[in-house]
């Protein structure tokens, strides 16, 4: 999506939200939505606004520079997947995504961003799910959420 337009639903969602005494609160994603170029060109202007946001991504391009920009930016949570234990979240997204999701966690936390774990159950990790709890719980993950794979 071009900034542009971008701007156009941050204008859109105002709009509306003031007609019905709301507060906008918005959900950015991709894949990773810090690869589009205009990234931080948004979340600058959804500072500028006040508004809040959380951003659905990879913890590839996380480090604790990252975490704390996003932090200052206004990003209130992150969340990441974890698609079952590691050989099958592994085959799912990309090898050695497993570890490096788990690693970023730290970073996040360390900029006081809330961290948020979503899992896609599917027929390939749904006995994995309650080793999987275990994981997320013991690395202290603020939100745990799961969606059916459709």
Aim: hydrophobic share 35%; net charge negative; glycine share 6%.
């Amino acid at each position: 999506m071009p900034y542009s337009q971008m701007l156009k639903v941050i204008d859109n969602c105002e709009e509306m939200c003031s007609k019905f005494g709301r507060e906008p609160y918005f959900c950015i994603t991709g894949g990773d939505p810090i690869l589009h170029p205009d990234f931080w060109e948004l979340l600058s202007e959804l500072k500028k606004r006040d508004y809040p946001f959380t951003i659905m991504g990879n913890p590839f391009h996380l480090d604790n520079a990252v975490c704390k920009r996003l932090a200052n930016l206004g990003c209130e949570k992150y969340q990441m997947s974890l698609d079952g234990l590691r050989e099958t979240h592994d085959w799912f997204r990309k090898p050695g995504s497993f570890d490096c999701t788990l690693e970023k966690l730290k970073c996040l936390r360390k900029a006081g961003i809330e961290t948020v774990i979503m899992t896609t159950v599917s027929d390939r990790n749904i006995n994995e799910i309650p080793d999987l709890i275990d994981v997320v719980a013991k690395n202290q993950v603020d939100v745990y959420a799961f969606a059916r794979f459709c």
